[in-house]
């Protein structure tokens, strides 16, 4: 059974310029959420969508956007980079049938520096 | 008060001992509760999970959870080497929202 996948990888972006990246979740999982991963702010959780609809979201600027296709397949995307974007973005799916208690599978993540 | 709290390390145990990784979490109302390992440039992997008080143990590995105390432990028998890494304690606060302590790096002396 495939896992999280992630792309791209590695990125590096200008200052100002935007980025989307992409996940495919687990085969069978509805829930995709996203974190963000820097040394000095550790794993902070960006967003979560089940059935297309976002059911939660962080304490990030209006600049993290995401979005979740009828394949459960998702989109993140960060526009007008700034440098303390440059960080680890994790993408992570679950069943996400109950509020909580569904396992929590991480991707390999996609890394993104800013210049 | 941090939501998730962790020791932060480094926490230095040799071979073949026991380590005890400890975290407290601030929400009451918190239901799950999850231990990931995370190698340096690598993503969290899961080691564990606990949903009810009292302990977990899966081979190697044991999670303990106190929910009066509002805290939950990883404890890793004959540790080995190749379990250095960076622990990280994470409470599901709903809608699959994990929220993460900073982690304790762990390293484990031959």
């Known amino acids: 059974k495939a896992g999280v996948t992630q792309t791209p990888r590695y990125l590096i972006k200008t200052r100002g310029q935007q980025v989307t990246l992409s996940c495919s979740p687990i085969?069978?999982?509805?829930?995709v959420s996203w974190y963000q991963q820097t040394p000095g702010q550790g794993l902070q959780f960006l967003f979560e969508?089940?059935?297309?609809?976002?059911?939660n979201k962080g304490n990030f600027p209006g600049r993290f956007s995401g979005r979740q296709f009828s394949n459960s397949r998702s989109e993140m995307n960060v526009s007008t980079l700034e440098l303390g974007d440059s960080a680890l973005y994790l993408c992570?799916?679950?069943?996400?049938?109950?509020?909580?208690?569904?396992?929590?599978?991480f991707g390999e993540g996609s890394w993104l520096t800013v210049v | 008060q941090k939501e998730v709290e962790q020791n932060s390390g480094p926490l230095s145990v040799p071979e073949g001992a026991i380590a005890s990784l400890n975290c407290t979490y601030s929400d009451r109302g918190s239901q799950s509760f999850f231990w990931y390992r995370q190698y340096s440039g690598k993503s969290p992997e899961l080691i564990m999970s606990i949903y009810s008080n009292g302990d977990k143990e899966d081979g190697r590995f044991t999670a303990q959870l106190n929910k009066a105390s509002q805290y939950v432990s990883l404890l890793i028998r004959d540790s080995q080497p190749s379990d250095s890494a960076t622990y990280l304690c994470?409470?599901?606060?709903?809608?699959?929202?994990?929220?993460f302590g900073q982690g304790t790096r762990l390293t484990i002396n031959p």
């Open positions: 085969s069978g999982h509805r829930s």
């Open positions: 992570a799916s679950s069943l996400g049938g109950a509020i909580s208690g569904n396992t929590i599978y």
């Open positions: 994470a409470v599901n606060q709903g809608a699959q929202k994990l929220v």
């Open positions: 969508y089940f059935s297309e609809t976002q059911r």
